[in-house]
């Protein structure tokens, strides 16, 4: 059985879309079947429209299906990016995992490799307790927390976060920031595979 990956994300100017996309690629390149979806955004469509780079974003992601609980169960594999709101995932990936009830009561969530990246503004705007937190949840599903831990160089190029890769928002996507996050997926792709084998 090959890893079946949901690259799951939320962004709203930007940030995150561009981890999954490079996310979703490395994890094509490893043998995956990927689906890259977005969480319905929550926030009253007059405020997105009231912020000209949030609206810009939602119009130039329109064509991204949206995540249903059918997609979380057809994957045996996760991969999640939200930004952080203090010190947490963003209000609209949480709204969605609560949609998930009725497919974790079934345990449609469990044994399943799942791994995290997060952003915020600042260095220090809460992403390791984002991540974190987020694996709390991981381990009431029954799921098995991949991170990328200090397990290949790339990782202590971008800062050494072991729980995720994790991006200071505004700063351009270099050649470190894509070898990060490709592997970090490459692992994902790696050891869920060993899972569903």
């Keep these: 059985m090959s890893v079946r990956l949901v690259v799951l994300y939320y962004s709203t100017y930007g940030t995150n879309h561009e981890m999954a996309e490079i996310a979703a690629q490395a994890a094509r390149d490893a043998g995956a079947e990927v689906r890259l979806l977005q969480v319905p955004e929550t926030a009253p469509q007059a405020v997105v429209e009231g ?4 609206l810009a974003q939602q119009q130039k992601t329109a064509h991204i299906p949206k995540a249903t609980p059918a997609d979380m169960e057809w994957a045996n594999a996760y991969l999640i990016s939200a930004p952080t709101r203090f010190g947490t995932l963003a209000s609209q990936m949480h709204a969605f995992i609560d949609t ?3 497919l974790w009561a079934k345990g449609g969530l469990a044994n399943k490799a799942v791994s ?3 952003s915020a503004q600042n260095t220090h705007g809460g992403q390791e307790a984002t991540l974190l937190g987020f694996y709390t949840s991981v381990m009431h599903w029954g799921g098995m927390v991949v991170a990328p831990g200090f397990t290949d160089p790339a990782i202590f190029k971008t800062g050494g976060n072991a729980y995720g890769y994790s991006h200071t928002q505004g700063k351009p996507f270099g050649e470190e920031a894509k070898a990060s996050i ?4 490459r692992r994902l792709v790696q050891i869920g595979g060993k899972l569903v084998a």
């Design 100 to 102: 998930l009830g009725g």
């Design 182 to 185: 490709s592997y970090q997926a």
């Design 116 to 118: 995290a990246m997060t």
């Design 51 to 54: 912020q000209p780079a949030w």
